[in-house]
């Protein structure tokens, strides 16, 4: 029953607030996604990405800042992450079922998510939401839809032509789960649509959960990424590349 009501709110939600935007990139775009804020993401997949000069989006829960237990992270271990690029991202406060709770309580709980950030980086503001279990009810997506240029759920799909960018979809990196040759399909076919493919995973680490994969993988997928000449960027970088138009192409800097 309780999966059955969470199914109709999803589906309500999905419904009735969508936040629709074409998209047409110039070559496919690729984004990896790490959801829950685990120390050992921030390190392991930070460093794979880093290493190719590429960016990531860490949606982050300050709940676990400081606890040893998995989830959880150090500062030092976010600082890093926000050192070598990559984009932080917000996933609430407390990490709630977004569908188990009522919109004013909902927003509290991702406005506070925003105060921790901006307490410990002053000036920083999350661009980018993802969904909790993947859970939306119709107010908190509108909220959400309207507070965030984006957010993701776990709907499982490639992006491209008309995107609800109130729930883009994804494709999970869930090792146990698929090979590296179902990724590589799920990638093929994100090339034939010159589509926009969104990976999402959660603790990156040699012996990760079912919901996790090993660096070793991540790195596989990269190179798979880079063999078929996607552009892999964060959804930061993604939206600027789709929605932006580049101003200033041959800016030659003043007084320098
Ligand atoms: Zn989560």
Known sequence: MYRFLKYMRRSFATRLYQKYQTIDPKAPIASFTFDDSYGCTFENAGDV??????????????????????????????????NQGHEIGCHTYGHIDLSQVGRNKAIQDIEY????FQQLF?????????????????????????????????RHGINFGNVDMANLKSIKLYESKYTL???????????????????????????HTQYGC?????????????????DVRSIEEAQNLLFKPIHKLHFSKVGS
């Not at 998510?113 to 921790?116: A, L, T, V």
Request: net charge positive; proline share 4%.
């Open 49 to 82: 990405l880093w290493e190719k000069e590429m960016r990531g989006t860490f949606y982050v829960s300050f709940k676990f800042l400081g606890l040893k237990s998995q989830p959880g992270f150090q500062l030092a271990q976010l600082k890093r992450a926000i």
């Open 113 to 116: 998510n925003q105060h921790r």
């Open 122 to 154: 002053p000036g920083m503001k999350f661009q980018n939401f993802s969904f909790p279990f993947g859970s939306e009810t119709y107010p908190i997506k509108k909220y959400v839809g309207e507070r965030f240029c984006s957010a993701r759920g776990n």
């Open 181 to 207: 040759r179902d990724i590589e399909h799920k990638l093929d076919h994100a090339l034939e649509h010159n589509a926009w493919i969104i990976f999402h995973t959660h603790d990156v680490q040699k012996n």
């Open 214 to 230: 090993s660096p070793e993988f991540l790195e596989r997928v990269t190179d798979a990424c880079q063999k078929r000449a996607f």
